[in-house]
């Protein structure tokens, strides 16, 4: 009889996870999007008119009214169901684009009621003559309408800070739509997102990467804490269907320096700098949860070598 080798003998690997892709209910997403956009304008428009060029603050302002904006969208795609990263994207380009319709508008409205004599445009006429707002953003750029230490910006210095602005804006509304959603598992036959179970930090010195790889859970038997100054440390983290109890699991090896307080069992360990992803996103097997109760365990009566 031909000998089997210990690779053949191995459990199979954890089948992978991948997220479907769907778009659930994304179609109310605009609707979330024009909103927040609007409620974020109202907020930072009178920060900039009267803040309007105060350093780093300027740009922490622009980014303050990315989150503030697509906050909302990012928290309707995980209620919407949205799987699909790039459409939360898609839906983060939309929602940047409407919150530089709603700042300029707003910014006509304000900075006419301002120094323009009266009767000056309503908000609302400002709302439906875009051109209009160009043809005043062209017209305030040729003289420029605020002072620095004397100097009035206006002409290309100008345009180009609004469009680091803008920069900004948008790109913070695309970083930020898929935040709530990405990397989370859902469970397409109960309809509903997993649920994150407590994340574990562990010591990659008596672990070997390969035989997790091949063996998943099971081959990480001697657990301790990763030691204060380690430079790497295993994240194990896992979520569950609170309905139908199916679980996903991701194990990685994290490199940079372990802060104290990950070294309380169960607490997620945060990317210090880069990632190896030893057990990527994958379904659990029968006998994950049963090693996932035992490493717990065995974490909380380990100590710092």
């Known amino acids: 009889m031909p000998r089997t080798s210990s690779r053949a003998q ?9 997220l479907s892709g769907a778009s659930g209910f994304a179609f109310l997403l605009p609707f979330v999007g024009i909103a927040s956009a609007a409620v974020g304008a109202l907020l930072y428009v009178p920060l900039a008119v009267h803040f309007p060029l105060a350093g780093y603050f300027t740009a922490l302002f622009a980014v303050g009214f990315a989150f503030i904006s697509v906050y909302p969208v990012a928290l309707a795609g995980r209620v919407l169901r949205v799987r699909s990263a790039g459409t939360m994207r898609l839906h983060g380009v939309t929602t ?22 009266p009767p000056t445009p309503s908000l609302a006429d400002w709302l439906h003559s875009p051109a209009s707002v160009w043809a005043l953003a062209q017209q305030i750029a040729q003289t420029g309408w605020f002072e620095v230490r004397g100097v009035q910006p206006c002409g290309g210095l100008l345009w180009t800070l609004w469009i680091l602005e803008a920069a900004i804006v948008i790109t913070g509304c695309i970083y930020w739509a898929p935040s709530r959603t990405a990397g989370r598992p859902f469970c397409e036959a109960c309809r509903r997102w997993m649920t994150a179970e407590p994340s574990m930090a562990l010591s990659t010195v008596p672990i070997k990467t390969s035989a997790i790889r091949e063996q998943g859970l099971a081959a990480i038997q001697d657990v301790a804490l990763p030691h204060p100054s380690a430079t790497a440390w295993l994240s194990l983290r896992s979520w569950r269907c609170a309905k139908c109890n199916a679980g996903t699991l991701q194990v990685a090896r994290v490199f940079g320096f372990v802060k104290n307080d990950l070294l309380t069992p169960n607490r997620a360990a945060v990317p210090s700098t880069s990632i190896d992803p030893i057990l990527p996103m994958s379904w659990q097997r029968p006998d994950d949860a049963a090693h996932l109760a035992r490493i717990g365990e065995a974490l909380r009566t380990a100590r710092i070598e």
């Open 96 to 117: 940047g684009v409407a919150c530089l319709y709603f700042a300029w508008t707003f910014f006509a409205w304000v900075i006419t009621q301002k120094f323009a004599p």
């Open 10 to 18: 191995s459990p199979p690997a954890n089948p992978p996870y991948l």
